[in-house]
């Protein structure tokens, strides 16, 4: 047995010695007793699947290990360590098995690693930004390809006759074209790994990334004609032949475009109609899209192409179709599947380059090949950027000229394509694989070390990540219908008229067919963006209620200056989030739908924001995590909301108004605010008149928007109004603040439930049961005007009496009038917060129902004795102290303020 | 040609055109002036049957009109288009005044499509006007305004309640102007 284990433990690093181990196992094997085996090894039948499974696993860790250290990843592209580390693995295999056991092998990277790469950039491409600059990305895919796959192959050729290159290498001016195509293409895992961490600005880094991603179709022609041209023998290759070359360029590519786009079609159709299987949707699309991928390849299409076209195609039917937990699912499955492949692709990259019996050097076709390559990009570059300006509303520079010159990184499809060469057919095979690992070793560590000193040194404009704002939405979508209007005008068909066209039959045909009907129907860009802004908002405004608990200063934003309040205090990751086109294809949290986004901070929130039920609290303390003092704070922080909160709801009483936070007001709010409407006509009072004393009683009423989600499945975007407080007089209160008062709800420590149902069901000074869960949302406590600041701060000082031992001198203090409205009110805050606070004291009911703290049992006597002491109109049986009366003061100054 | 050539020079001046697409542009011009009476009338522009179906095409016909007027000539119909060229490097210098093309005068006509009033604010009921031609239906009128309210509210530094020009053009820094409000003239 231990034998057996020994190979697995040294998988990892001597993967090679496992493969070799299972030939002597048998022998071992045989010692145990025929029949039943207890235990049985089997590493045969998991072999493979294990394999993959620890080579992630080891990619992965390596990438943990890297990323620890900041200053490393600031300075070293991810990829080249991983390539470095790929070495260095390789290495020790070879060390261990003397033999090079793995390897990029083609098949395994064409259908499995690549797939996932190119779909996650496909479906993340920025679309507006990718068609706008279309024109110059198609030009450096397909002419600068062309150009450069031709040049090299010839120039390299030329090495080679002028005696440069050892003649050992036996190659003719087709097995140089041959190899000149698949080293010309600029590759799309490399350029991505190392763009996405350079930021350089978005009409660079989209054409950069266009074109190593549409380039695919010319690389595959031009690979499989030279191919096919090397084995016929350069002699029998006939005219014919080559208006096939150039025919097959057109079936290559378009070819693998309509493949894509038909599986795009096909997706959104389907997408359609899952909405009571919301569970496979993220599926399907990996599904179809792979398809799309395999069908291209099947049918000798350009494979990248199809699945580019099917992301890109496909993106807006789906995100409006699916929901929002499967666009998450969707998008973190994408993330962390090309996040994968590309990590195993650098690192068996790096492996594969150890493996000497597959190359041979010679170091004039290497060094020939470098300066080549280097040479004829940027030479292509400049050459079709001139032609491009031509015609460019807005010209490349030359500083842009240079980083794209310089970003043409050469990677793993080039190394697939040249080991595929078969050996026979092309002798110089082994001299073409040493020459491509070198170029790829090259460009991804050199070029990617350096592209981004170079970056920072020329000054290349970056990309800045801006918040979308509904501005620009707006005016951006004039631009769009004036510049359509003009060319209508002039009467040239340009670029924005056939935007406008297809937007039209986009609109007409393509949504009704593609989307949902409710997806459709509140589709619309403007509101899209006025969604997320609304989210962002909401979020931020919940953040500062964060800030708001958790800092003594009560800093509350008054609410007509909401816009300042998101402007301060939207934290980092709001700003960071939601440009509208993002670069980054690998980065997930950089574009966030805004409901992603929601479900993340929220849940966050709850996580660490809610209050621990007692129970739980427990459990969980464990005595090494929580401090001592965590309960005490929980206990505080609950009560000083209480406190907040009975100010509301005093405050409301006060003024009878409602609150209404943000400016969304739907259908629904009005609704709502009818009601305090009518419940004002029944008070029949103007508000502001009102002595508190006389004010029916409100209760606060918070609408939280979760409520409102959960109970719309449909009509997700309609129900986004923003936290809505209404403040509503109920009957039941009406009646009760007949004979009682207002005072009972205000000054009573107890909690006033978040339910309507609750408040107007059982009022809870009226029943017993003290233990209606300590809730406080925290919406809520941002309300508190900041006029009542003193107040509030006033009842905190009195809440942190209540660590310290009651004190009995209370009965001088409740001499005060309880209802010190004229009289008490020129006394100043100071004084009071010098009051003796210790006199204030949870009330009997509250010890009653179980949640009494330190108070002795005297204590509470001594309350309900000085019941009687408390004012005419008092009834409460609950007791409040002279903090009361302090409130009182402080309740009415703020409200006459 | 029916053009003079004093004439062609001070066009060419003005706007910036080349030759050749003031040429092709007076072509196009004829070819819109049905009367042919040497000026293009408001239905003369609502023949183009693209600009039918432009949600904008009535502001963007007003905006080719001078004020007060019920025709335009073909200088001011080429003014007007002027405002459309690529800003390239060359055309900074000239004489002092800012071209046409500028980033400053794309804005500017920008916002005069929104500004009916002409009184150099963008009011919310003006904002709520073109918000109505291009959202279309499938919004109801509350929640438009409620995106108006949130626009102006986010473009507002005064606090008038309105979108003033330098509002307009601080709003927008950030976006590409010379990009997205440029067509490519032919030659």
Same mark, same amino acid.
């Given at each position: 047995?231990?034998?057996?284990?020994?190979p697995l433990l040294g998988l990892p690093l001597a993967g090679a010695g496992a493969a070799?181990?299972?030939?002597?196992?048998?022998?071992?094997?045989?010692?145990?007793?025929?029949?039943?085996?207890?235990?049985?090894?089997?590493w045969?039948?998991v072999e493979a699947p294990y394999l993959v499974a620890l080579w992630i696993l080891v990619a992965s860790l390596a990438k943990i290990v890297f990323h620890l250290s900041r200053k490393v990843t600031s300075l070293v592209p991810e990829s080249c360590l991983l390539i470095l580390l790929g070495l260095v693995l390789g290495g020790i295999v070879l060390a261990v098995a003397?033999k090079a056991e793995y390897q990029l092998e083609p098949g395994t990277f064409f259908l499995f690693l690549l797939p996932p790469i190119v779909l996650d950039s496909g479906y993340f491409m920025p679309?507006?930004?990718?068609?706008?600059?279309?024109?110059?990305?198609?030009?450096?895919?397909?002419?600068?390809?062309?150009?450069?796959?031709?040049? /090299?192959?010839?120039?390299?050729?030329?090495?080679?006759?002028?005696?440069?290159?050892?003649?050992?290498?036996?190659?003719?001016?087709?097995?140089?074209?041959?190899?000149?195509?698949l080293i010309?293409a600029v590759d799309p895992v490399a350029v991505l790994a190392v763009f996405e961490e350079v930021h350089v600005?978005?009409?660079?880094f989209i054409?950069v990334f266009g074109e190593s991603l549409l380039n695919d179709?010319?690389t595959v022609?031009?690979?499989?004609?030279?191919?096919?041209?090397?084995?016929?023998?350069?002699?029998?290759?006939?005219?014919?032949?080559?208006?096939?070359?150039?025919?097959?360029?057109?079936?290559?590519?378009?070819?693998?475009?309509?493949?894509?786009?038909?599986?795009?079609?096909?997706?959104?159709?389907?997408?359609?109609? =899952?909405?009571?299987?919301?569970?496979?949707?993220p599926l399907?699309v990996f599904l179809l899209a792979y398809a799309a991928y395999l069908?291209a390849e099947?049918?000798?299409?350009s494979a990248i192409l199809a699945v580019t076209?099917c992301g890109l195609?496909?993106k807006?039917?789906?995100?409006? %179709?699916?929901?929002?937990?499967?666009r998450t699912a969707v998008k973190y499955t994408m993330k962390t599947l090309a996040s994968c492949a590309e990590t195993v692709i650098f690192m068996l990259l790096g492996i594969s380059a150890v493996d000497s019996?597959k190359w041979?050097?010679?170091?004039?076709?290497?060094?020939?090949?470098?300066?080549?390559?280097?040479?004829?990009?940027?030479?292509?570059?400049?050459?079709? !950027?001139?032609?491009?300006?031509?015609?460019?509303?807005?010209?490349?520079?030359?500083?842009?000229?240079?980083v794209?010159?310089y970003g043409g990184l050469r990677g793993a499809v080039a190394f697939a394509l040249v080991i595929l060469?078969?050996?026979?057919?092309?002798?110089?095979?082994?001299?073409?694989v040493a020459t491509t690992i070198v170029v790829v070793f090259f460009t991804v560590i050199v070029q990617g070390l350096t592209i981004k000193p170079l970056v920072?040194?020329?000054?290349?404009?970056?990309s800045?990540h801006?918040?979308?704002?509904?501005?620009?939405?707006?005016?951006?979508?004039?631009?769009?219908?004036?510049?359509?209007?003009?060319?209508?005008?002039?009467?040239?068909?340009?670029?924005?008229?056939?935007?406008?066209?297809?937007?039209?039959?986009?609109?007409?045909?393509?949504? +009704?067919?593609?989307?949902?009907?409710?997806?459709?129907?509140?589709?619309?860009?403007?509101?899209?963006?006025?969604?997320?802004? %609304?989210?962002?908002?909401?979020?931020?405004?919940?953040?500062?209620?964060?800030?708001?608990?958790?800092?003594?200063?009560?800093?509350?934003?008054?609410?007509?200056?909401?816009?300042?309040?998101?402007?301060?205090?939207?934290?980092?990751l709001?700003?960071e989030s939601?440009?509208?086109?993002c670069l980054d294809l690998q980065v997930i949290d950089t574009v966030r739908?805004?409901?992603d986004?929601?479900?993340a901070?929220?849940?966050?929130?709850?996580?660490?924001?809610?209050?621990?039920?007692?129970?739980?609290?427990?459990?969980?303390?464990?005595?090494?995590?929580?401090?001592?003092?965590?309960?005490?704070?929980?206990?505080?922080?609950?009560?000083?909301?209480?406190?907040?909160?009975?100010?509301?709801?005093?405050?409301? /009483?006060?003024?009878?108004?409602?609150?209404?936070?943000?400016?969304?007001?739907?259908?629904?709010?009005?609704?709502?605010?009818?009601?305090?409407?009518?419940?004002?006509? /029944?008070?029949?009072?103007?508000?502001?008149?009102?002595?508190?004393?006389?004010?029916?009683?409100?209760?606060? =009423?918070?609408?939280?928007?979760?409520?409102?989600?959960?109970?719309?499945?449909?009509?997700?975007?309609?129900?986004?109004?923003?936290?809505?407080?209404?403040?509503?007089?109920?009957?039941?209160?009406?009646?009760?603040?007949?004979?009682?008062?207002?005072?009972?709800?205000?000054?009573?420590?107890?909690?006033?439930?978040?339910?309507? /149902?609750?408040?107007?069901?059982?009022?809870?000074?009226?029943?017993?049961?003290?233990?209606?869960?300590?809730?406080?949302?925290?919406? !809520?406590?941002?309300?508190?005007?900041?006029?009542?600041?003193?107040?509030?701060?006033?009842?905190?000082?009195?809440?942190?009496?209540?660590?310290?031992?009651?004190?009995? +001198?209370?009965?001088?203090?409740?001499?005060?009038?309880?209802?010190?409205?004229?009289?008490?009110?020129?006394?100043?805050?100071?004084?009071?917060?010098?009051?003796?606070?210790?006199?204030?004291?949870?009330?009997?009911?509250?010890?009653?129902?179980?949640?009494?703290?330190?108070?002795?049992?005297?204590?509470?006597? +001594?309350? +309900?004795?000085?019941?009687?002491?408390?004012?005419?109109?008092?009834?409460?049986?609950?007791?409040?102290?002279?903090?009361?009366?302090?409130?009182?003061?402080?309740? %009415?100054?703020?409200?006459?303020? | 040609?029916?053009?003079?050539?004093?004439?062609?020079?001070?066009?060419?001046?003005?706007?910036?055109?080349?030759?050749?697409?003031?040429?092709?542009?007076?072509?196009?011009?004829?070819?819109?002036?049905?009367?042919?009476?040497?000026?293009?009338?408001?239905?003369?522009?609502?023949?183009?049957?693209?600009?039918?179906?432009?949600?904008?095409?009535?502001?963007?016909?007003?905006?080719?009109?001078?004020?007060?007027?019920?025709?335009?000539?073909?200088?001011?119909?080429?003014?007007?288009?002027?405002?459309?060229?690529?800003?390239?490097?060359?055309?900074?210098?000239?004489?002092?005044?800012?071209?046409?093309?500028?980033?400053?005068?794309?804005?500017?006509?920008?916002?005069?499509?929104?500004?009916?009033?002409?009184?150099?604010?963008?009011?919310?009921?003006?904002?709520?006007?073109?918000?109505?031609?291009?959202?279309?239906?499938?919004?109801?009128?509350?929640?438009?305004?409620?995106?108006?309210?949130?626009?102006?509210?986010?473009?507002?530094?005064?606090?008038?309640?309105?979108?003033?020009?330098?509002?307009?053009?601080?709003?927008?820094?950030?976006?590409?102007?010379?990009?997205?409000?440029?067509?490519?003239?032919?030659?």
């Amino acid at each position: 047995m231990l034998r057996a284990a020994l190979p697995l433990l040294g998988l990892p690093l001597a993967g090679a010695g496992a493969a070799e181990e299972p030939t002597q196992e048998p022998g071992s094997w045989g010692e145990p007793p025929p029949g039943l085996t207890l235990f049985r090894w089997q590493w045969h039948e998991v072999e493979a699947p294990y394999l993959v499974a620890l080579w992630i696993l080891v990619a992965s860790l390596a990438k943990i290990v890297f990323h620890l250290s900041r200053k490393v990843t600031s300075l070293v592209p991810e990829s080249c360590l991983l390539i470095l580390l790929g070495l260095v693995l390789g290495g020790i295999v070879l060390a261990v098995a003397k033999k090079a056991e793995y390897q990029l092998e083609p098949g395994t990277f064409f259908l499995f690693l690549l797939p996932p790469i190119v779909l996650d950039s496909g479906y993340f491409m920025p679309s507006r930004l990718f068609f706008d600059n279309l024109g110059a990305i198609l030009t450096y895919a397909v002419v600068g390809t062309l150009w450069n796959a031709f040049t /090299t192959g010839a120039a390299l050729w030329g090495l080679q006759q002028a005696g440069l290159v050892a003649p050992r290498v036996q190659a003719g001016l087709l097995d140089f074209l041959l190899f000149g195509s698949l080293i010309s293409a600029v590759d799309p895992v490399a350029v991505l790994a190392v763009f996405e961490e350079v930021h350089v600005n978005e009409t660079l880094f989209i054409i950069v990334f266009g074109e190593s991603l549409l380039n695919d179709a010319v690389t595959v022609v031009l690979y499989k004609v030279c191919n096919s041209f090397v084995e016929m023998g350069s002699a029998n290759v006939q005219v014919t032949d080559y208006l096939k070359g150039v025919a097959s360029l057109f079936v290559v590519s378009l070819g693998g475009a309509a493949v894509g786009l038909v599986f795009a079609f096909l997706l959104a159709l389907t997408t359609r109609f =899952t909405k009571r299987v919301r569970i496979i949707e993220p599926l399907l699309v990996f599904l179809l899209a792979y398809a799309a991928y395999l069908t291209a390849e099947m049918a000798s299409l350009s494979a990248i192409l199809a699945v580019t076209m099917c992301g890109l195609g496909c993106k807006k039917y789906v995100e409006a %179709n699916i929901s929002h937990k499967s666009r998450t699912a969707v998008k973190y499955t994408m993330k962390t599947l090309a996040s994968c492949a590309e990590t195993v692709i650098f690192m068996l990259l790096g492996i594969s380059a150890v493996d000497s019996s597959k190359w041979a050097w010679d170091s004039g076709l290497v060094l020939g090949t470098l300066f080549f390559i280097l040479f004829f990009r940027a030479l292509g570059v400049v050459l079709q !950027t001139w032609m491009l300006n031509q015609f460019r509303l807005v010209p490349l520079d030359k500083i842009d000229q240079v980083v794209m010159s310089y970003g043409g990184l050469r990677g793993a499809v080039a190394f697939a394509l040249v080991i595929l060469l078969d050996r026979t057919k092309v002798p110089a095979k082994d001299y073409f694989v040493a020459t491509t690992i070198v170029v790829v070793f090259f460009t991804v560590i050199v070029q990617g070390l350096t592209i981004k000193p170079l970056v920072k040194w020329l000054k290349v404009k970056r990309s800045e990540h801006h918040k979308p704002t509904l501005n620009q939405e707006l005016h951006e979508h004039t631009f769009d219908h004036i510049l359509a209007a003009v060319e209508d005008v002039v009467g040239h068909h340009g670029y924005h008229y056939w935007r406008d066209r297809w937007e039209q039959f986009d609109k007409k045909y393509l949504s +009704q067919l593609l989307m949902r009907r409710s997806a459709y129907r509140i589709r619309d860009q403007i509101w899209d963006v006025y969604y997320r802004l %609304n989210i962002r908002d909401a979020i931020s405004f919940v953040d500062q209620g964060g800030h708001v608990l958790s800092s003594t200063g009560l800093t509350l934003p008054s609410m007509p200056s909401r816009n300042s309040v998101a402007e301060t205090s939207v934290t980092n990751l709001l700003r960071e989030s939601g440009s509208g086109a993002c670069l980054d294809l690998q980065v997930i949290d950089t574009v966030r739908s805004g409901r992603d986004r929601e479900d993340a901070v929220m849940h966050h929130l709850l996580c660490g924001g809610l209050y621990k039920p007692r129970r739980r609290y427990k459990a969980s303390c464990s005595r090494h995590f929580i401090s001592e003092d965590a309960q005490e704070r929980q206990d505080k922080e609950i009560f000083q909301q209480n406190m907040k909160r009975r100010l509301e709801s005093f405050k409301s /009483t006060k003024h009878n108004i409602c609150f209404t936070k943000n400016k969304p007001r739907t259908r629904k709010a009005s609704r709502k605010k009818d009601g305090v409407a009518n419940a004002e006509a /029944t008070n029949g009072k103007p508000p502001r008149d009102l002595g508190f004393q006389d004010t029916a009683a409100v209760i606060l =009423t918070v609408e939280s928007e979760e409520e409102e989600e959960s109970d719309s499945s449909e009509t997700e975007k309609e129900d986004d109004e923003g936290i809505i407080f209404v403040a509503r007089a109920t009957s039941e209160v009406l009646q009760e603040g007949k004979f009682s008062g207002s005072l009972e709800i205000c000054p009573s420590p107890r909690i006033i439930p978040p339910s309507p /149902t609750c408040a107007e069901k059982e009022l809870p000074w009226k029943s017993g049961q003290g233990d209606l869960a300590v809730y406080v949302s925290s919406e !809520t406590t941002k309300i508190v005007p900041v006029d009542m600041q003193t107040g509030w701060n006033q009842s905190i000082s009195s809440l942190e009496s209540l660590a310290s031992p009651p004190c009995t +001198q209370a009965p001088t203090l409740t001499r005060l009038p309880p209802h010190p409205l004229g009289t008490e009110e020129p006394q100043a805050p100071l004084d009071l917060s010098s009051d003796p606070r210790p006199s204030f004291a949870f009330p009997p009911s509250l010890a009653k129902a179980g949640r009494s703290r330190s108070e002795s049992s005297a204590d509470i006597s +001594q309350q +309900q004795e000085l019941q009687p002491l408390m004012g005419h109109k008092n009834h409460t049986h609950l007791s409040p102290g002279t903090a009361n009366s302090h409130w009182c003061i402080q309740f %009415n100054r703020g409200g006459r303020l | 040609m029916l053009l003079r050539n004093e004439e062609l020079e001070a066009i060419k001046k003005e706007t910036g055109f080349s030759h050749s697409q003031i040429a092709r542009l007076y072509k196009r011009f004829t070819t819109l002036d049905k009367e042919e009476n040497g000026t293009l009338s408001r239905e003369d522009f609502q023949r183009i049957p693209e600009l039918a179906i432009n949600p904008l095409g009535d502001r963007i016909i007003s905006a080719f009109i001078p004020d007060g007027e019920d025709q335009v000539n073909f200088r001011g119909f080429i003014r007007i288009l002027a405002h459309f060229r690529p800003i390239d490097a060359k055309s900074k210098d000239g004489n002092g005044s800012e071209p046409l093309n500028s980033r400053i005068n794309k804005l500017r006509f920008a916002f005069q499509l929104y500004d009916l009033d002409k009184d150099d604010k963008i009011s919310r009921s003006e904002l709520l006007q073109v918000l109505h031609m291009m959202v279309g239906v499938n919004i109801p009128d509350e929640q438009l305004g409620v995106i108006a309210d949130r626009t102006i509210q986010e473009a507002d530094q005064d606090g008038d309640g309105a979108i003033s020009f330098t509002e307009f053009v601080k709003v927008l820094e950030k976006v590409q102007i010379e990009q997205k409000m440029s067509i490519q003239f032919l030659d």
